[in-house]
């Protein structure tokens, strides 16, 4: 799976009209559809939080994403990214919805 330009793992944390529109499925669909792993889960207060791991220009494409569109029904306030590293290998075996 790694490219030349090595692997990421970055957390990402969504706000906005982000739970009970089915946005942690749509999060897992496109995740998958690109490659890449991690995780998805709600939150106590409201938003959704996860991380991603995989080539970085994949990574690129799902934060962009994450940013813009997300699922049908959801209107995302904004999206922050935090804890970008490099990684040797990756961390996680699939891309899991969390409870």
């Known amino acids: 799976m790694a490219d ?6 970055v957390d990402y944390e969504v706000y906005g009209k982000v739970q009970g529109v089915f946005f942690r499925k ?4 496109e995740a998958k559809r690109l490659g890449l792993v991690g995780w998805v889960r709600n939150t106590s207060h409201g938003t959704v939080q996860g991380q991603i791991q995989g080539p970085t220009a994949r990574v690129r494409e799902l ?3 994450l940013r ?11 999206a922050e990214f935090s804890n970008e590293k490099k990684i ?9 919805i969390l409870k």
């Open 26 to 29: 749509y999060t897992q669909g």
């Open 68 to 78: 813009k569109i997300g699922s049908p029904q959801s209107r995302i306030s904004r």
């Open 4 to 9: 030349a330009e090595g692997l990421v793992s």
């Open 63 to 65: 934060q962009e994403w």
């Open 88 to 96: 040797q290998a990756l961390e996680h075996k699939e891309f899991q």
